[in-house]
């Protein structure tokens, strides 16, 4: 009886936080750098991967709320570059983790049109991870609601390199010109190419920092840091975050 009171209150503060948010004024593009899995399971003198493992079913949550509020992308930084430096067991872990999420998940990402994409270099994953990810790709291509966009295996000085070099390649062949090389030219490239920039960037557990993510797509972007551990990040917080940006003033280098 007590939980089910629990969960009533908790959906009596859902609604009020969200009906203190402007619907006209949420960020269209979300990023979030999900930090915090390992202490979370460090406190609980648990393995990282349970801390890992506790925060996908955080993202279900906020991939849900996300749909509801009409953010048009959610951008999920899910496994860097760096990350591959990490103890391989870990690193086995985490690349099963897209496997598990999506295989779950899917019917539900389907059914609430949510359009699955990646942002990273999927040639250096495992079989395993890559055909799930093509398979949620594939099977949410016709779908036209939230963009629910991973960043695995991405880091971003690697995507601008790539990105110069495939510039250069149009130019020596005779496809483009020096001059007209401008930044929508650079940002077509970029693996972000057709998306929104984020208008508000999250990150968890208290770190304040890039951590080579998005370096050029984040430049005018809203910054929101929590101390709250990714594992411990409800919709409450989601909605806070969002609660803040509106209270901004972006003026985008202007007065």
């Given at each position: 009886m007590l939980k089910k009171w629990t969960n009533r209150k908790e959906e009596e503060n859902n609604t009020s936080e969200e009906a203190s948010l402007d619907p006209q004024n949420i960020p269209e593009h979300v990023a979030i750098i999900m930090d915090g899995n390992g202490r979370w399971a460090k406190k609980r003198g648990l393995p990282r991967v349970a801390g890992h493992r506790e925060g996908m079913n955080v993202i279900k949550k906020i991939v849900k709320t996300s749909n509801k509020l009409g953010v048009k992308t959610l951008t999920l930084y899910a496994f860097s570059t760096e990350n591959w430096k990490r103890p391989k067991p870990e690193v086995?872990?985490?690349?099963?983790?897209?496997?598990?999420?999506?295989?779950?998940?899917?019917?539900?990402?389907?059914?609430?049109?949510?359009?699955?994409?990646?942002?990273?270099?999927?040639?250096?994953?495992?079989?395993?991870?890559?055909?799930?990810?093509?398979?949620?790709?594939?099977?949410?291509?016709?779908?036209?609601?939230?963009?629910?966009?991973?960043?695995?295996?991405?880091?971003?000085?690697?995507?601008?390199?790539?990105?110069?070099?495939?510039?250069?390649?149009?130019?020596?062949?005779?496809r483009l010109a020096i001059e007209d090389v401008t930044e929508d030219i650079i940002g077509s490239h970029l693996m972000t190419g057709g998306l929104k920039d984020p208008d508000l960037l999250i990150r968890t557990s208290g770190e304040i920092r890039l951590s080579n993510f998005m370096l050029w797509q984040l430049a005018y972007s809203e910054f929101w840091f929590t101390e709250v551990l990714w594992p411990d990040f409800t919709e409450k917080h989601f909605k806070e975050a969002i609660a803040v940006y509106q209270k901004r003033t972006r003026r985008f280098g202007g007065v």
């Open positions: 086995d872990f985490l690349m099963r983790l897209p496997e598990r999420f999506l295989k779950a998940e899917l019917p539900q990402l389907i059914e609430e049109n949510v359009q699955v994409r990646i942002t990273g270099s999927k040639e250096a994953l495992p079989g395993h991870t890559r055909d799930a990810v093509n398979k949620a790709i594939e099977d949410t291509s016709g779908n036209d609601g939230l963009i629910l966009n991973f960043a695995l295996n991405y880091g971003s000085r690697h995507e601008m390199v790539e990105a110069m070099k495939d510039v250069y390649k149009e130019i020596e062949r005779g």
